[in-house]
Nanobody, 125 residues
Framework: QVQLVESGGGLVQAGGSLRLSCVVS????????MGWFRQAPGKEREFVAA????????YYPDSVKGRFTISRDNAKNTVYLQMNSLKPEDTAIYFC??????????????????WGQGTQVTVSS
């Protein structure tokens, strides 16, 4: 059973930075495409970033492009989300998600099979 555990959330002032981590266990990490999502109170879950199995492809929505960076370390079974220039509207619970794929360059905004429990990010104005 694949398990995902996020960490690194917290309270930060607007303009600040945070780095989230997600450790994956119980699976073959090098065969898994990874994504980050977030959900604010009263809002639907929103796609934030995705990275391919080999780390060579990434994708971001316009709302975070240029501010957030997703990366992965396959030796540590870990995916990261570096968040810079944070805004109050970035406040949400952030979740990492995993999807097994045979395609090394696959990235996706939906269709993930496994999810972490989330970590809270709060950006004060």
């Amino acid at each position: 059973q694949v398990q995902l555990v996020e960490s690194g959330g917290g309270l930060v002032q607007a303009g600040g930075s945070l780095r989230l981590s997600c450790v994956v266990s119980g699976g073959t990490f090098s065969m898994i495409a990874m994504g980050w999502f977030r959900q604010a109170p009263g809002k639907e879950r929103e796609f934030v970033a995705a990275i391919s199995r080999n780390g060579g492809s990434t994708y971001y929505p316009d709302s975070v492009k240029g501010r957030f960076t997703i990366s992965r370390d396959n030796a540590k079974n870990t995916v990261y989300l570096q968040m810079n220039s944070l805004k109050p509207e970035d406040t949400a619970i952030y979740f990492c998600a995993a999807h097994y794929t045979p395609i090394a360059t696959y990235i996706g905004t939906q269709g993930y099979d496994y999810w972490g429990q989330g970590t809270q990010v709060t950006v004060s104005s």
